[in-house]
């Protein structure tokens, strides 16, 4: 059975850092990604990270929120620097695309994690 879980999130003041954990259980997964959810019907791409260590961003966290994993401890891993008030959302990572034109695209994602709130007070 596959479990994403991610523990962190939190409330942060504007300029702060945060970091973002998703460890998965079942299996290991070639691309592993997070995405966000503001209140509003659509989640938003941050960021994604191929088994190579390849790593793309969304233009808004480029330069700010950098993603890594461990193999061995089958994680992937988000820091968030120079948080703003418009990052605050509900964070998920999801697990799945094998392949990099899917990695943008949450419907290309088959497994997710609960969510965790992050809040940036200006």
């Known amino acids: 059975q596959v479990q994403l879980v991610e523990p962190g999130g939190g409330l942060v003041q504007a300029g702060g850092s945060l970091s973002l954990s998703c460890a998965a259980s079942g299996r290991a997964f070639i691309s592993m990604g997070w995405f966000r959810q503001a209140p509003g019907p659509e989640r938003e791409f941050v960021a994604a990270?191929?088994?190579?260590?390849?790593?793309y961003y969304s233009h808004s966290v480029k330069g700010r929120f950098p993603i890594s994993r461990d193999h061995a401890k089958n994680t992937v891993y988000l820091r968030m620097n120079n948080l703003k008030p418009e990052d605050t959302a509900v964070y998920s990572c999801?697990?799945?695309?094998?392949?990099?034109?899917?990695?943008?695209?949450?419907?290309?994602?088959?497994?997710w994690g609960q969510g965790t709130q992050v809040t940036v007070s200006s």
């Open positions: 999801a697990a799945g695309p094998g392949t990099v034109a899917g990695l943008r695209d949450q419907y290309q994602y088959r497994y």
């Open positions: 990270i191929r088994w190579s260590g390849d790593a």
